[in-house]
């Protein structure tokens, strides 16, 4: 009865055979010809359904969300894990290495600094890194801490390593601290 029934596009049109195209489905109630546009059946006033709406565009929308699933995260997976070990092992242990030795010479530097304030306890360091810039590492970075009056005296830069400087606690001029700054951090 409806052999010439084709299956309609998702963009509303019909895909079909040359000339031999419909833009008709049949009926979920009754079985009887509905035109695409349609929202009710003329012949039982059956309600085309979301199903139904579904069915005429070939599939509803989420299946290709469904596919992309299917398709996109086992390759995401295979990415990642490409990512992961496309480093041979004595490439990860050296990065693994070197982070583990740029966080203990941040952990010491930070100590050195917390040894100069008022307040240890209260320090917040903030932007801190090793630089190497100089040659040997040094840590750069921010620390605000408790003053004298019991106030956090707000962000102030520092350098740690060989030697200790914080900018304007008294042990270097301000423009020998910024020359030291620019040179070591």
Known sequence: MFASF???DLRG??????ANVTTEFPCAACAKPIKF????CPHCDHK??????????GGSESDGEALLGCIGVPALIAFAAYMIFAAGPSERGAAARQ??????LIFVGQDQIKARLR????????????????GAP????????????????GPTRFIAGGATAIDGDGTMD??????AWDSIC
């Not at 049109?13 to 040359?18: F, K, P, R």
């Not at 982070?99 to 203990?104: A, P, Q």
């Open 99 to 104: 982070s583990v030795e740029t966080e203990r």
């Open 37 to 40: 546009s349609a929202s009710k």
């Open 119 to 134: 307040d240890p306890s209260s320090a917040e360091f903030s932007g801190v890194y090793v630089s190497r810039k100089a």
């Open 13 to 18: 049109g019909a895909v079909g055979h040359g």
């Open 48 to 57: 085309v359904s979301q199903a139904d709406i579904d069915a005429r565009r």
């Open 138 to 153: 040094a840590i750069c970075g921010t620390v605000n801490s408790r003053n004298g009056f019991a106030g956090m005296s």
């Open 174 to 179: 301000a423009a020998n601290f910024q020359q």
């Open 6 to 8: 084709n299956r309609p």
